[in-house]
């Protein structure tokens, strides 16, 4: 009986394991975007946290303030880095309540 708990106890492992990898896999082949003044920067970022795409709206191209533009980077990258990571914790929480693993 106890060796049978523990071939169960192993196949739901692996398929939660399996779970994991297709949920990571899936987060990974996902785009999200982060935005600074109501749309007028975008950044493209991919599930492995890979800016894919900047859009600069003309506009905000001013040569006098390229501070401002260089802020709004900062600002559109670090809002889709926190998309990521939000969708990421959300996606993958569901296997690690209650656990406290680092970096999961």
Do not use: Y
Not at 54 to 78: F, G, H, S
Request: aromatic share 2%.
């Amino acid at each position: 009986m106890r060796g049978g708990n523990m071939n169960q106890m192993m196949k739901q492992m692996q398929k939660m394991q399996k779970k994991m990898m297709d949920a990571q896999a899936e987060l990974e082949a996902t785009t999200f975007e982060g935005t600074a003044s109501n749309g007028l920067v975008k950044v493209t970022v991919s599930g492995k946290k890979e800016i894919t795409d900047i859009e600069i709206n003309p506009e905000v191209v001013d040569p006098e303030d390229v501070e401002l533009l260089q802020d709004m980077i900062i600002i559109a990258v670090n809002n889709a880095l926190e998309v990521v990571e939000k969708e990421t914790s959300s996606k993958m929480g569901q296997f690690t309540k209650g656990l406290n693993i680092p970096g999961l």
